[in-house]
């Protein structure tokens, strides 16, 4: 018996998300096979025709999510937060899955974080064989690509998309932009640390206080230098404070680089181009006249300004 119900009612936010989608798959399953056979294809592993898709509370155990048939199964843990995976749970729900009788087996990690991030490779790690991470992104466009010609279930996959989009996307903070300030309190001088980084010679990157959306949690830092605009990023591993820095130092913060992270951009992001960033305030239109040192971006913010 299938137990996935698409009028459910559920108070956090994170568990609709979760039954939504399982509830579109129910649905737009019996519409298109092939739909099946794609989400499959995105979870690493074969599904048949006559599976059951259960929610939450219904079935044991504590993952959010359980789609399965005879051959395969599949738990999903979601999260509408970046950086909020834990190991510990990650664990409970492998053991949990290796109770399970069938041949193939899968642990999706859905989220908002970057697929191919640090932070999400430290726990795919953990068991690579059974362990898929998928980003609600991917979930969007596997959507979006398979959009059936029925026009009820279209409209109900739009609807969802556009949720997704308005609760994760537009909230949830992906980069950090940070003012580059130039002179000899920072040890930063405008001629010098483009090639300084070209050259493998930055590992860290210091600043006045810590910003905590940048710890371990696989988020980009992006410099803005005030001459060029938006000039490279990097994802972030770790945050402390730098012992070699003493207590009079201006920038005692240290922001680790996740090796290999580095992108500069071949085209700085102009000014211009930031002032337009979408925001409801309209924050980014004060970029240059705002002394604020750093600027969250959302996962849609982001995604905006790589596409300029």
Known sequence: MNHANIFRHYSQAENRYTNGLISLLKIGSKIDDNLLIEFGK?????????????VLREFEGTADAEIYDNESVI????????????????????????????RNKRLILLTPDSANSHYIEQFTKISPSKLVHIAWNSIIQFLQKNQSKN????????????EIKEDIFEQDISAV?????FGDKSEVYSEDYLNEFKSDEWEDWHTPKKYNE???????????DKHKGLVLEVEIEKVRKDPQRGTNSSYPWSNKFVKNTLKIY??????????????????????????????????EQYY???KR
Not at 214 to 224: E, H, M, R, S, W
């Open 266 to 299: 071949k085209n700085p992001i102009p000014l211009s181009v930031i002032k337009k960033i979408p925001d409801k305030n309209n924050k980014f239109s004060n970029f240059n006249r705002c002394s604020t040192s750093h600027w969250n971006l959302t996962r």
């Open 177 to 181: 932009i940070v003012k580059i300030s």
């Open 75 to 102: 738990l999903v843990e979601s999260k509408i937060v970046s950086g909020t995976l834990r190991s510990e749970q990650i664990k409970r729900h492998l053991k949990i899955l290796d109770k399970y009788k069938q």
């Open 214 to 224: 940048l710890d371990g949690k696989g988020k980009k830092l992006i410099l803005y």
């Open 304 to 306: 905006w300004l790589m």
């Open 151 to 162: 026009i009820v279930f279209s409209d109900l996959v739009n609807d969802y998309i556009d």
């Open 42 to 54: 995105l979870s690493g592993i074969s599904l048949s025709k006559n599976l059951n898709f259960r």
